[in-house]
């Protein structure tokens, strides 16, 4: 490893290691309704991934679900090969023991999703709120190759950010705010455009937080890479 590899890599992992204890600390502070992003249902998730007619074994993963209860509703409609991702190991305990013995129907993730090679490959990717931190191009272009390479060919990927007239910050942390244009043309070279819709999501305090949801679809791994 050169001198100059070596800084990157001693950056990279205090960065990554800066990350981790960010969100174990908001778990271990914040109950699940205590936080900005806590939706009662994930409706508008919801009504995105039933567009798709997924078959109920489907592989889907939630990517940075933190406690969210997607994973609840996902399997009260019968979904059967759930992943669940977080990088707080808290948030994944605390999702758990709220599921009791539903818990075991689901995989479950405690991993940087920067690091996560899984051995399967996905027919949905889902993200609410966690592509939006990373605000750094090569991290983003890390994550959307990791994204377009664990999904199968025409699999589904649903990326939820704060839009351009949304909070510069979530939990203090600075994020990056996307338009549809902005997004669809980040994922052209990969992902083919479903649609795109913007949600004003009301915080537990009554705050207005507004997103864009985004649905696409993956191309075959060659076709995305000619692109
Ligand atoms: C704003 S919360 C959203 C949680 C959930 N998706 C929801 O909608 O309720 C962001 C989540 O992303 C997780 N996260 C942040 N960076 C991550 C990373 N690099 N890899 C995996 N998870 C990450 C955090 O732990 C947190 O649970």
């Given at each position: 490893m050169t001198p100059r590899n070596f800084v990157y890599c001693v950056i990279g992992i205090s960065i990554m290691t800066g990350r981790k204890t960010h969100w174990e600390n908001v778990y271990n502070k914040h109950?699940?309704?205590?936080?900005?992003?806590?939706?009662?249902?994930p409706e508008t998730s919801l009504s995105i991934i039933k567009?798709?007619?997924?078959?109920?074994d489907a592989a889907i993963i939630d990517i940075g679900?933190?406690?969210?209860l997607l994973v609840d509703h996902l399997l009260l409609s019968g979904y059967s090969n759930i992943t669940v991702l977080d990088i707080s190991e808290n948030a994944i305990e605390r999702a758990k023991a709220r599921l009791g013995d539903n818990a075991k129907m689901v995989n479950w993730v405690v991993s940087d999703v920067l690091d996560y090679h899984p051995s399967e490959k996905y027919d949905l990717w889902h993200d609410r709120a966690t592509f939006h931190f990373f605000t750094d191009p090569v991290e983003k272009q890390r994550y959307l190759d990791s994204a377009h390479q664990n999904l199968n060919d025409d699999g589904y990927l649903v990326l939820s950010t704060f839009s351009i007239?949304?909070?510069?910050?979530?939990s203090g942390l600075s994020v990056e705010q996307y338009s549809e244009k902005k997004m669809s043309d980040l994922l052209s070279r990969y992902f083919d455009k479903i649609r795109c819709i913007t949600k004003a999501h009301m915080t537990p305090w009554d705050a207005i937080q507004n997103f864009v949801y985004c649905s696409f679809r993956n191309r075959a791994l060659e076709r995305g890479a000619l692109v």
């Open positions: 109950p699940l309704t205590d936080v900005s992003w806590y939706e009662p249902v567009r798709f007619k997924l078959p109920k679900a933190g406690d969210s007239t949304g909070p510069e910050k979530c």
